[in-house]
């Protein structure tokens, strides 16, 4: 039985002074709760909707607890609440593999940007993303509904970025609006890094100065100012990995 | 001078009956605004926040009225109310020049993907969007944001798309996830159309019966099960456009 005490508990997790408090964050949907278990994450709890199938492939029974219907609309962040909401231990990433490809974001404030370019590097076999201090919460519920379960696979490290990239060996790449054309160079031979900057004011120019990337560009031909910083990433880092 | 009804009026636009009911719609923020002033869009009302210093470079001074601050944020559709929103009447566009590029998409429901694809399509400099009669309404307020001004310079035609695209003499691409690999096919000599499917179905079967179009994917390696549609669109965008 779910108290009202508990629903309140898992509800404030929506909130990022809650899920910092208590080190945990909601997940929903059953499809991106198993990739979570699938990856080892720790549930503290599983709230599956009563008279609905729900199962998981795992031995999760400990924590599975069922709810109404409105004790799900209660936790969920979703105007229709999912099947299943989980409560998982967040991970504080402490360093990163400087061996391989990284994308890394600057101030970035869209959660779900941030989600659908953590599903970006899933799917191009990028394991790392590095996020500034200043970057929006990666636990943030949009961000995680947006990375469609990649984010079970994903590590993020919130970091300084000058800090982190110094030791990186590999290329850097930086988009920018008036930056070289992307379809002109080489694809990189060795691991990359391609850094992101935010939706409004783009790269920092400090960090531009302190870390030298290569400056590169989409090239477009319409009236529109930009592209979206998803799908920006996307375009870019498919031209680093193809070519 | 503002009246609460006037205020009621505005704030029903929100939600898509009463958009229907009186084919007006809302834009927010200066820059959008002057957008679809500077497209030649018809502007019922542009409401500006009072003490902010809001300026458009046209003759718009007619329409113009001032509101309170807690007045603009019960018209807005964001938490951090814009310093201006306006009210214009929507356009149906009645076809597309079939000699031109196409953006066309089946059944996508999330308004953010679709205002995140007409900017792609104005980034690229393809002048219209063909969105199949389930696609979510084009002129939800998130949709309208999502383009950041983009939605003022492209058209947009709700319709039918086997109908449609029938007579298309160009070569027709649609977004399969095992499609053949975009990298290894040549760049459309002529005008193109690219299908893409929804977020949750992919294209219609029937649809690909009938319109028989080359099936084209995304080559990834990661974990992720598929990209968001705004990030494939603009990924294979970028391909046909760029080769």
Known sequence: MLSTNRIKLYRSLQQKK???KYGQFLVEGQKSVQEFINQGWTADAIIVQENKSVKFNSEVEGVVISASERQMSQMSNFKTPSEAIAVFKTRN????????SIIALDTLSDPGNLGTIIRIADWYGIEQVLISELTVDE?????????MGSFARIKVLRGNLVH?????????????????????KPKPSAAFCLLIGSESHGINPDLLKQLDPIPVSIQGKGGAESLNAGVATGILVDRLIHG
């Open 93 to 100: 990433a402490k360093k990163l593999n400087l061996a391989k």
């Open 164 to 184: 982190t990239l110094t030791p990186f060996l590999g290329n850097v790449y930086a988009a920018i609006l008036k930056g070289e054309s992307i379809y002109e």
């Open 139 to 147: 636990y943030n519920p949009k961000t995680i509904a947006a990375t």
């Open 18 to 20: 809650y899920r910092q």
